[in-house]
């Protein structure tokens, strides 16, 4: 077999891969320029949070972590959930000057790395801490061809945010001070 008859192999991994470098390359622009560096591992370990309560809300409604689970109790929404909830609370506006947003980051990473720890250390769902991972990062070998249809549906609804608010997100993440004073919603666009 030829290496393009075995693309069935690789072709889903490789889309995925080229799509989320393109999206993610583009994104840490911005992620520099707010110096906000760890916003992704702290949003990580709140998702990986969401996860773990939704098995564990799961095992206290008899759900089996591979049968039929509703939408609401997913691992997926409860990563989504906790993840937006993360983000909500991590662009709240600092009420202190002493508080930085690096350190909320920090709080927000370390206290969810916390709570994943005593969430799966309960014995009803011990056996599924090994599938917070697997969920939340996934395997680059196996990609599922719905998977890359929900990546390239956020990638081009980023784009397209991005694409209509481009120079607000440009202007309130060089100097937010100066797009207050010039009426750009900074608050917002942190949001």
Not at 152 to 167: D, N, Q, R, S
Request: glycine share 8%.
């Amino acid at each position: 077999m030829s290496f393009w008859e075995a693309r069935f192999l690789w072709q889903e991994p490789m889309l995925a891969s080229v799509i989320g470098a393109a999206l993610l390359g583009y994104l840490g622009f911005f992620v520099l320029l707010r110096r906000i560096a760890f916003m992704s591992a702290a949003l990580s370990q709140v998702s990986g949070l969401g996860v773990a309560v939704s098995f564990l809300v799961g095992s206290y409604f008899g759900m089996e972590p591979h049968g039929p689970t509703p939408w609401w109790l997913s691992p997926s929404a409860g990563a989504f959930l906790f993840a937006g909830l993360g983000a909500v609370l991590m662009a709240l506006p600092a009420r202190s000057k002493r508080v930085t947003p690096e350190s909320v980051v920090a709080l927000c990473y370390l206290a969810a790395s916390a709570f994943v720890v005593v969430v799966l250390a309960n014995p009803r769902i011990a056996q599924e801490a090994h599938e917070v991972g697997d969920l939340l990062f996934g395997n680059a070998v196996v990609v599922k061809r719905e998977d890359l249809v929900e990546l390239t549906i956020a990638a081009g609804i980023t784009f397209v945010i991005h694409a209509l608010f481009f120079k607000e997100f440009l202007f309130a993440s060089f100097d937010g001070e100066a797009a207050r004073v010039f009426g750009v919603p900074v608050n917002r666009m942190d949001l």
